[in-house]
C-alpha cells in the first residue's frame, strides 16, 4: 500500500510539472515525436490569454521556439524540460520582437542559450532598447540540430513587420507564432505593428513554400485546428473588405 501510494504521488507530481493542470501558468503538451507545444499566460487589457510556443528536442540538447509569455516561467520551463527529457535547452529562436516572443532574451542567454533572430528582430529590439539575440540569422535558413533539420522564414509583414515561421518538412510541422492566428479567433487582435494588407501576400507565400502541413501551431488560443493558416487568411480578407468599404 506504502508503494502504491508512492507511485500514486510521483505520478501526481510528475503531471503538476509538466503543466497539465487547466490551471497551471505552465502547460505542456505532447505535439507529435519530438515536438512540444508549450503555453503561458498573461493579461491583456484585462483579459487572461494564453501564448503558444514550441520546443524541439534533439541529441544535441533542446531548441525552443519563443520564449514564455509569462516571465515567472522562464526558469520552470527549464526545469519541466529538464526533468522530463534529462536535456538542456541549447537554442532560442523568437518568431517576432514582441515581448510573448523575444522577452526571454536577456534570461535565456545568461543561462547559456544560444539566441536568435533576424535582422528586422533585431533593429527594432535595439529601436526599443530592450535585450536582442546574440545571434542575427538570415531572413530564410536552414538548420540542423541534432537528427533534425528546419527551416526559419521571413514571408514578409503581416501580424507584425518581422514575424518569421519554422518549417519541418519531414514531420510536416508549421510553426507559425502569431502570423497565424487560432482557428478560433473571431479577429486579426492586436493590429499595433501589423500590416494587414502584406499579411495576405505573406500567407500566400507560406502556402505556396510549405505544402500540405500536417501540425500548424498558431501563436495565441487553441492551436490543435489545422485550418488556423486558411482562417487566418479569411480574417484578412474580411479585414481589408471592411476597410475598403469604409467600416473600419
Same mark, same amino acid.
Given at each position: ?30 505535439? %507529435?515525436?519530438? +515536438? ?58 523568437? %518568431? ?29 529590439l535595439?529601436?526599443?532598447k ?10 530564410d ?24 515561421v ?12 502569431? +502570423? ?29 513554400? +510549405? ?28 479585414y ?9
Amino acid at each position: 500500500m506504502r508503494k502504491l501510494a508512492s507511485i500514486i504521488l510521483f505520478l501526481v507530481l510528475v503531471s503538476n510539472s509538466f503543466g497539465q493542470s487547466k490551471n497551471s501558468p505552465l502547460q505542456i503538451s505532447h505535439l %507529435t515525436g519530438d +515536438f512540444y507545444v508549450y503555453r503561458t499566460f498573461s493579461n491583456y487589457k484585462g483579459t487572461k490569454i494564453s501564448a503558444n510556443a514550441m520546443y524541439l528536442v534533439t541529441d544535441k540538447g533542446v531548441v525552443l521556439f519563443d520564449a514564455p509569455w509569462d516571465t515567472t516561467q522562464f526558469q520552470p520551463l527549464l526545469d519541466s524540460i529538464k526533468a522530463k527529457h534529462n536535456k538542456e535547452v541549447v537554442m532560442l529562436f523568437a %518568431t517576432h520582437s514582441h515581448d510573448d516572443r523575444a522577452g526571454g532574451f536577456d534570461f535565456y542567454r545568461k543561462k547559456g542559450v544560444k539566441t536568435y533572430s533576424i535582422k528586422l528582430t533585431d533593429d527594432i529590439l535595439k529601436k526599443e532598447k530592450k535585450p536582442r539575440a546574440e545571434f542575427i540569422i538570415p531572413n530564410d535558413t536552414t538548420f540542423t540540430v541534432g537528427q533534425h533539420t528546419f527551416e526559419v522564414y521571413y514571408p514578409g509583414k503581416g501580424h507584425a513587420s518581422d514575424n518569421i515561421v519554422a518549417w519541418f518538412n519531414k514531420e510536416k510541422v508549421l510553426y507559425g507564432g502569431c +502570423f497565424i492566428k487560432s482557428a478560433e479567433a473571431k479577429d486579426l487582435g492586436y493590429l499595433g505593428d501589423s500590416n494587414v494588407k502584406e499579411w495576405k501576400q505573406s500567407i500566400g507565400k507560406v502556402k505556396s513554400k +510549405f505544402k500540405n502541413p500536417v501540425y500548424i501551431i498558431a501563436g495565441h488560443d487553441d492551436w490543435k485546428n489545422t485550418n488556423s493558416l486558411n482562417h487566418t487568411l479569411e480574417l484578412v480578407n474580411s479585414y481589408l473588405a471592411q476597410k475598403s468599404s469604409g467600416k473600419k
